[in-house]
């Protein structure tokens, strides 16, 4: 009981420090008044130097129980703060007749206590105050579906496993009554001995030495044997590990060949903070590193545990290896401040981190020095893949894109193995901040990627996690602390990249992935335009969903009408006209047949907005502040075309950015997922860089739009898009998914599929015509994956690459 109210102070007072450095950071108040009973909140802004007052404050915060009666308030700004929401509506009366309104801007985020901002103001105008209080409640309300679609797809995930559970036991009672009707039959006792017989026979011709040597003779012949025993013997010299034998991890003929054909780089200094590391932990760890297959390393240990065992062995390795130094600090300054000792301990160019848990695969290195040595690369990461227990129980493998900017903003994908050079280090500060304890290295990716000049991903698994139940490696959650320093991290960066942002939050129920805000610095008109050719049902759900939808305040829609032949279409337009009149506009196209691209670009001349919003007519928004999530990543200069997160009715994904060079040429990555799955590695839960994105619902800047001659109208029906988009690539900018703007997407619906003879020519010479284009971009793969997914699947499974 001791030790669970004890963890209760730890999280509240945890709660209270992150809500106390939110308001000094975003408020920055010059006094504060506190009411609580705790003194948590008091004792948090003590420790932030900012002054306490008990009267005349700038700043009120009032603290669940004390808000029973409000005194007087005196202060300019009151910040509300409850354990439940319900809690909060009695106070707020109290401070609206008292002259407060609420600010809706204010919003809870990370691990902090659930808070409300108020500002004392004159009255808002009754139609503003309504705009405000529907806008929240168009947010509760999405949150609500989209918790309800969860919980029904969870209801119906629980009941397949339940039925499956029965299905199993059942199976498994009739393969036990199968099996107990053979074992006691009486010729399975009788041939005992002859299956005995068998069975050792074919245990000694997999394992009796001479039949082993002719079964290897045959399949790679004498010259091959050889080879290999010669590869063997040279192994037994290169590699001493014992506990961690290098053979366990790759052949012994790569081994050796890498062993004598070394890069031409640099040293390489491995940093390793110790802090009372298990000695089966470092034993490993140093075989890992005294197994590798580059031989140009030093490996910088600096202990600031109390263990003297560690210092023992790790000393005695060092007396063997003059490449392995050891330090024992005076006292223990942190990982950040340990992680500089070993920094200062380095002698090397370059500089790689290593936990004292983990473990290096034997080849590591050695691409890491052929990527300096052919690439010049001043920033170099690896694949990695966690392990619990023994090295051969993998559990999770992170198969990683290249470098993408958007991908880090949203988490520290890059993490294990990183390796840069000390002029890079240098360049940025040359230490780890401890500031940002728990998310250190995130703070150090982001600042060495600032100034990298050429940043290196090897797409092999040269890096073993470990995980354990306390580490971030099994559940960043055990570790609350490393994800406010992360948002902390990432409003650094925005800070010296002179990026504007209005948050940075964590992304709900998904622990180490977080969203940005960005400011919208270029608010512009945003144009949608809608093919339409029939289907009027569809395009009113579509123009309505739209409009009662759509926060953002500047939008036009424009309706491109393509050949419709059904009266109750143009009856749709004409009200359509009459209820939206001043911002919706019907163009009538007058080609023949269904060209999406030339549709497209006859909307894209009449539009008048900076933005433009390629949009089906088949679709219908779920989320309010779906444009501006969009126009903030379209803004930007170096981002070409946005899209987002489509739903088919079912609830399940349609479309969260497009694999480049999947199924032969593109697909729907993540397609047919429920839409309340993470996704792989937790893709489908955080804004990212992509190849390409569907047209169906795709923002891109006019001026872009225009530079890249529009979509190519060659491409009728079929990778108009995909086509688009890489040309935009190709132009240097870059594509971005966001899951934050959902729509659904009756997909097919007005079109129908390419069934007939004619549809399915098309659909092969547009084919033909595409691979055709851009066969050097497919050979050369998507950037924004990885190599080792199955290019015949949409789901990420893996085919992985064997080491060359």
Known sequence: MELDQEKQNQEAAE???????????????????????????????????????????????????????????????????????????????QLAAQGFCREFAWKDSGKEQLSALFCRTAAPELPELETGYEQQLDILRERTVQAERTAAEQAAQLERLRSDLSLSRSHEQDLEKTLNSVVNSTFWRASWPLRYLVSKCRQLWRTFPLFVFFATLRRVGFAGVMAQAKAKREYKKLFPGKAMPADRFADVEL????????????????????????????????????????????????DAGQDADVGVLAQERARTDSRIRYRKLDSNEGIA???????????????????????????????????????????????????EGDIDHLTVYHFKPDYMLDNLRSNNYICHLSVFSAALLAKVGGDERAEFNGSQDYDLYLRLTEQAEKIVHIPHLLYYWRSSPASVASNISAKTYCLEAAMKALRAHYDRMGVPVDAVTMVPNTPGFYKTDYTITKPGRVSVLIPSCDHSGDLRVCVESIYRKTTYPDFEVIIIENNSKEPATFRCYEQLQKEYPDTLHLLTWQGTGFNYSALNNFGAKAATGEYLLLL???????????????????????????????????????????????????????KNFPVGHPGYMGRLSYAQDVYAVTAACLMVRKDVYEQVDGLDESFAVAFNDVDFCVRVREAGYTNVFTPFAQLYHYESKSRGLDESPVKRKRFVSEVERFQKRWAKQLAAGDPCMNPNFDLMKEDFSFDIKPLE
């Open 15 to 93: 709660r209270c420090r992150a809500l106390a450095q939110r308001i000094v950071r975003e408020l920055a108040p010059r006094s504060v008044q506190v009411l609580e009973n705790s003194g948590l909140l008091e004792e948090a802004f003590d420790k932030m130097n900012t002054t306490v007052v008990q009267s005349s404050p700038e700043l009120l915060v009032v603290a669940d129980p004390q808000w029973v009666t409000l005194p007087a308030v005196q202060a300019e700004k009151v910040v509300l703060v409850c354990d439940e929401y319900t809690g909060m509506a009695d106070c707020a009366k």
């Open 255 to 302: 081994l050796v060949k890498q062993a004598a054909d070394q890069p031409a780089a640099p040293c390489i200094s491995i940093v390793v903070p110790l802090y009372n590391t298990p000695h089966d932990f470092l034993v490993e760890l140093l075989d890992s590193v005294q197994n590798q297959t580059y031989r140009n390393w030093e490996l910088c240990m600096v």
């Open 337 to 387: 401040g340990n992680t500089n000792q070993g920094f200062a301990l380095a002698t090397g160019e370059y500089i790689a981190l290593l936990d004292h848990d983990d473990i290096l695969h034997p080849c590591a290195l050695w691409y890491v020095a052929e990527a300096i040595a052919k690439q010049g690369a001043d920033f170099v990461y690896t694949d990695e893949v966690t392990f």
């Open 616 to 670: 089906n007519n088949d679709t219908e928004v779920i989320s309010p502040r779906w444009m501006e999530e969009m126009v903030m990543y379209a803004q930007q200069d170096r981002v070409g075309c946005v899209g987002a997160k489509l739903l088919y009715p079912d609830n399940t994904i349609q479309h969260a950015g497009i694999g480049f060079g999947f199924r032969t040429l593109a697909a729907h990555m993540h």
